[in-house]
């Protein structure tokens, strides 16, 4: 099992900011594409964004105005910054990774649309994220 690892939740007053991170174990030139994934207690978990390999990067269009996405240069760590939360914020936050090239090249389309997301094999924990 490939240790994915999130963390970095917590509370935080609305309009404050958390910043996520997830770290995956394989080396940076693997192909691989790391999602951020979200769940609202009731609600269908949704995909948040992405960042592969290969440098590209994207948020979903309803949260790019306030979330970003980064990775790592040196190890395979991608970062999810979140500015101006609101109380819709409030979710489980978790992160998958898809590894190997035909994995990736599905991943990059998939994260944004309803699961199941089947290619992307290793989920971390989950970390949760309140706005108060």
């Known amino acids: 099992q490939l240790p994915v690892l999130a963390s970095g939740g917590g509370s935080v007053q609305a309009a404050g900011c958390l910043s996520l991170?997830?770290?995956?174990?394989?080396?940076?030139?693997?192909?691989?594409?790391v999602a951020w994934f979200r769940e609202v207690k009731g609600k269908e978990r949704e995909g948040v964004g992405f960042?592969?390999?290969?440098?590209?990067?994207g948020v979903s269009d309803s949260l790019k105005d306030r979330f970003t996405i980064s990775q790592s240069e040196a190890e395979t760590i991608v970062y999810l910054e979140m500015n101006n939360l609101k109380p819709e914020d409030t979710a489980m936050y978790y992160c998958?990774?898809?590894?190997?090239?035909?994995?990736?090249?599905?991943?990059?389309?998939?994260?944004?649309?309803?699961?199941?997301?089947?290619?992307?094999?290793?989920w971390g924990q989950g970390t949760q994220v309140t706005t108060l």
């Open positions: 991170s997830c770290k995956v174990f394989v080396y940076t030139y693997w192909h691989h594409c």
């Open positions: 960042s592969d390999s290969d440098r590209n990067t």
């Open positions: 998958a990774a898809a590894i190997s090239r035909t994995a990736t090249n599905m991943a990059r389309a998939a994260w944004a649309t309803a699961g199941p997301w089947p290619m992307f094999r290793f």
